[in-house]
């Protein structure tokens, strides 16, 4: 779970949550504990697309779950209320997000503009924030695209607007929503986890080619091989152990399909 | 059920969506310009999607009637097929919309009255009778509770003797058919699959038995019923798991109720199949015997030949051949 977070004060109810550790001399603060990730992005497009470059950059792993987590100010929404994103968009850009929502959950789904500056006027049903489009756009680049989602929790309104907010509050908020952002991060990671290739496929076709002689459409055809066993219930220690004495890449992937012709018929 | 609703803009005043909405109070609705802002972006996951549509509210303003492929008919010369609906509720993994869509939302496109339109004028412009599919990108009945497509529909077909509508299902809910008198020009086709087969491939289908028992109520209201067999799937003991089907079929429906057979082997562009494949690693129907023939997946030749024969024998014995339609992959 990759979460990037805007501000130190958004982050620290996380942070300490999750316990992550801070990572020194990273160019941006960087907190992790086994495969929880947190960046501190800074406000706007710009900082935010680079936190979450930074990340996919040092862990290049496809489809994790990633998460845009902070305050935001809303039209309609009170002050402490958290929304997830179902739409974005940005001042001045055609471009428009819909993140499919699979997580069910009760936080309400609303609109959420991304804008260059804090927003004083407030549109009926409407979210603000400084982030969340460039996020999205940067982390649709390695994921698909319902595991990248917004989380906001509202710190202004028109009855309490920007102006009378301390950021003090945000840390507050976002505490106080510890429970249901556990449930997004718990339930996008295991939707990632439910699409994830078996990685033993891939361990097995990096040892069997390193073995040498095969091309590269060799090597497409035993992944292929490999991911039919797999699916059709085959060992694949077993089966690796039955292609110790094979000899040519031609003729292990006449064996494997050998092995595999009995099995491809739906039982 | 549908928690996620996305609106176009330029029907937020459709009676008919408004008429959807009210019986969704709960589901977030989102504005959309286009229904393809959602449904189109690539980096979608169909099977992520799928535990969780959502319902696209839309208008058609694309085509509205589309050729069907030569040879898919079931008796009428002058063949089409229209989709209220994209997606559907089941989950079958031998499915072609799984690789033919990037997402999994349903879009119900709510302008019936343009569908309507058009397949007015295209049964008016022939004296030849006018075949409509319904089925194709969707289950013509499975969504029935939110589109009301045949309670719709039935009656407008009603009044149009020279065009044919097929409502192609796997639901067992046929409640729409019992509002409606019976009338000639509509055919209730049952897609069915044998039961130990089903049982890996159909996800989120009512079971067969309660698919033979809709039949059999429909066509005892007086509704043409017609058996889909498509896409027949190999597995272990094919042949005595399709002679039970098939049996059991027939035990239910009087053969002077069967309007039509169609029978066609598990196939597909392998565009589709590749992406079927990468959606579902660990589908063992995709590592079946399957091989790809002019840019088509499917069975390796003798072995479809041999299955759809095997099946073709065995209805032969039991219904009249006229009834039997053979919808001939254009493979070769």
Known sequence: MNLVVALQKEANPIIQAYGLDKEQGCPLPFYFKENRRLIISGIGRARVSAATAYLMGRFPEKNQPWLNLGIAGHGSLNTGQMFVA??????????????????????????????GKPQKKYQPNMGYDMEAHAFYQTACLVSTRELVQVLKVVSDN??????????????????????????????????????????????????????????????LQLGSLLRQADALGEDLGALEGMLTDVGSPKQMLAEIEQILSNKRTLP | MINSIYLENSIREHPKARSILSRFPKANVLPCEHYKEVFNPAGQNFRLQKKNPALILAKQTGKLLHSIPPSYGVGGS???????????????????????????????FINSEDFMSVIKQ??????????????????????????GFAGEFLPFFSKLPNAWLELRTKS????????????????????????????????KVPPLDSRIRAMKKAASMGWKVGWRIDPV???????KRYEELFDSLLCNLPIQQLHSVSLGAFRMPSGFFKKMEKTYPSEPLFAGKLEKRAGMMAYEKNLEKDRLTTCENLLLQRIPKELLFSCKSPVV
């Open chain 1, 86 to 115: 179902g739409r974005i968009i940005e001042t001045g850009s055609s471009q428009c997000f819909y993140p499919p929502q699979i997580i069910t959950s009760e936080v309400p789904v609303s609109e959420l503009t991304t804008c």
């Open chain 1, 158 to 219: 028109p009855k309490q607007p920007i102006s009378q907010f301390k950021p003090e509050q945000a840390s507050k908020w976002i505490e106080a929503k510890l429970p249901e952002i556990d449930h997004w991060i718990t339930e996008l990671t295991e939707a990632a986890l439910s699409i994830k290739p078996n990685p033993e496929i891939n361990k097995l076709l990096s040892r069997i080619t390193q073995r040498g002689g095969f091309s590269t459409t060799r090597s």
């Open chain 2, 233 to 239: 799937i190999d597995s272990t003991d094919f042949k």
């Open chain 2, 78 to 108: 002058r063949n089409f097929y229209f989709s209220h609906l994209l997606n559907c509720l089941y989950d079958c993994r031998y499915c072609f919309l799984q690789g033919m869509y990037p997402s999994a939302h349903f879009v119900h």
């Open chain 2, 122 to 147: 295209t049964t008016e412009e022939s004296e030849e009778p006018s075949w409509f599919f319904s089925g194709y990108d969707c289950d013509s009945l499975a969504l029935e509770s939110i589109t």
């Open chain 2, 172 to 203: 067992a809910n046929l409640q729409v058919l019992e509002n409606q008198t019976p009338f000639d020009n509509v055919v209730i086709a049952f897609s069915f699959t044998p039961e130990e087969i089903g049982k890996q491939t159909e996800w």
